[in-house]
């Protein structure tokens, strides 16, 4: 608007008014001196003059300290404080000459100006759009499950599609004290061929090379997702693979049932645990650890005697969680309410055929015409369980 003055435009017109007033102060001031030279004093007139002069000045004065200081401010990047309509009021130049008339009549117009606000709608004064949206760099990833289970089991590597291995399904031992010219006992044993498969687990994501290019590390965060996806069913195929269609046959499914070697009177979940290593050990297979969701753990190390005292629970302690100085290793791949305990280096190896990998292709489908990119993290494996009965399965009973 043509009335629409800057900041910078109305210091200057306040400053050249204010040295009008200083002007008409000194010629005030002058006339004072003469009359007083003259007749001794100052009439009544010249003091109101005068009066009335320095309370002007003082005011312009002001006003020009302000007007200054939002200059500053202004040339500094600093925001000016948004006024009411009662404060652009009562401060219009108009408004004021008008209201410092000895006898008021008539009217007055009177124009204020739209506050600046944060909106960014079309309404006057909205300036939402020109204000940046503070951003924190990078991805925030959503969680992710520490895989375990694979570590508690031996690896190895395989050649072709087909597992194959001889297992020892039976032994009867006839050995015994043998007399001197008599015939010796024979024994036997049972050997039965196994064959297991190599499974693939995989998944891929689609994205445009444009969106790639122009965030870098979206590509890493897409590899580092698509494998811990991977890694995800890994583990739950490893322990609840149910051996149908594509799937593993995994350690649960093929385990031993606990059943308690001795009686005790009331058992506790920590009592079960050292029930199924003895299970285990009379099985020949020593266990080498313990495998429950994080849900039965917490169970099992708050628990508390008759005096009030943490069992095995330590709210200050540090070191690994162990139970009958075993490993105890939690997931969420397993239910809540049970146990696997056993020896697992001996009783059971996953094989790779193809360790995880991510491969990017830009040629299957319409892809290239369409500047797309396919990413595609997949593995290829099998599990063989040697031991059935190294593996004991149970349920703490906690749960109805």
Same mark, same amino acid.
Request: hydrophobic content about 40%; aromatic content about 6%; glycine content about 8%.
């Given at each position: ?15 050249a ?19 007083? @030279?003259?007749?001794?004093e ?7 003059? +005068? ?30 404080q ?14 004021? +000459? ?12 009177f124009?204020? @100006?739209?506050?600046?606000?944060s909106?960014?709608?079309?309404a ?28 508690l ?19 009867? &031992? &006839? ?12 024994s ?10 190599? @499974?693939v687990?995989?998944h891929?994501?689609k ?47 093929q ?11 009331n ?11 003895l ?24 628990? @508390? ?36 305990t056993? +020896? ?14 991510v ?42």
């Open positions: 608007m043509a009335d629409e003055k800057t900041a910078e435009q109305l210091a200057g017109e306040v400053k008014s204010f040295q009008q007033s200083l002007d008409k102060v000194k010629e005030i001031a002058e006339t004072a001196l003469g009359e007083a @030279k003259k007749s001794g100052i009439s009544t007139a010249i003091k109101e003059q +005068a009066d009335e002069a320095l309370i002007k000045m003082n005011g312009l004065n002001e006003q020009l300290s302000q007007l200054e200081q939002r200059v500053a401010e202004g040339a500094g990047g600093g925001a000016e948004a006024k009411s309509f009662g404060e652009q009021f009562i401060e219009d130049e108009k408004v004021k +000459a008008f209201m410092a008339q000895s006898n008021p009549r008539g009217r007055i117009d124009q204020a @100006k739209a506050t600046l606000t909106l960014t709608t079309d006057a004064g909205s300036v939402g759009d020109a204000i940046q949206t503070t951003r924190l760099p990078g991805i925030l990833a959503m969680p992710q499950r520490r895989m375990t289970v694979r570590d089991i031996s690896p190895g590597q395989m050649d072709g599609s087909t597992l194959e291995y001889v297992q020892e399904t039976g032994f009867t &031992n &006839n050995a015994g004290m043998v007399a001197e010219g008599t015939a010796k006992p024979s036997d044993i049972k050997l039965d061929l196994k064959t297991t498969s190599a @499974k687990i995989a891929w994501m994205a445009s090379r444009q969106v790639l290019s122009d965030i870098p590390q979206l590509r890493s965060i897409i590899d580092q997702r698509l494998l811990y996806g991977l890694a995800f069913k890994e583990e739950g195929q490893l322990l609840n693979g149910d051996g149908t269609g594509q799937n593993l046959l995994g350690i649960i499914p385990a031993t049932a606990y059943a308690a070697p001795i009686t005790l009177t058992p506790t979940s920590i009592d079960l645990m050292r029930l199924a290593m299970q285990a050990a009379l099985a020949e297979y020593p266990a080498t650890g313990h495998v429950m969701n994080p849900i039965d753990w917490a169970w099992i190390e708050t628990l @508390k005697d008759a005096g009030g005292n943490y069992i095995i629970g330590n709210p200050q302690g540090s070191i690994s969680p162990t139970l009958w100085g075993l490993p105890v290793v939690t997931t969420q791949a397993i239910a809540v309410d049970k146990f696997l056993g +020896a697992f280096k001996l009783g059971a190896q996953v094989f790779d055929r193809w360790q995880a990998r491969e990017v292709a830009t040629e299957n489908e319409d892809d290239f015409i369409k500047n797309l990119v396919t990413v595609l993290a997949e593995e290829r494996l099998a599990l063989a369980v040697y031991r059935p009965e190294a593996f004991i399965y149970g349920d703490f009973g906690r749960v109805a």
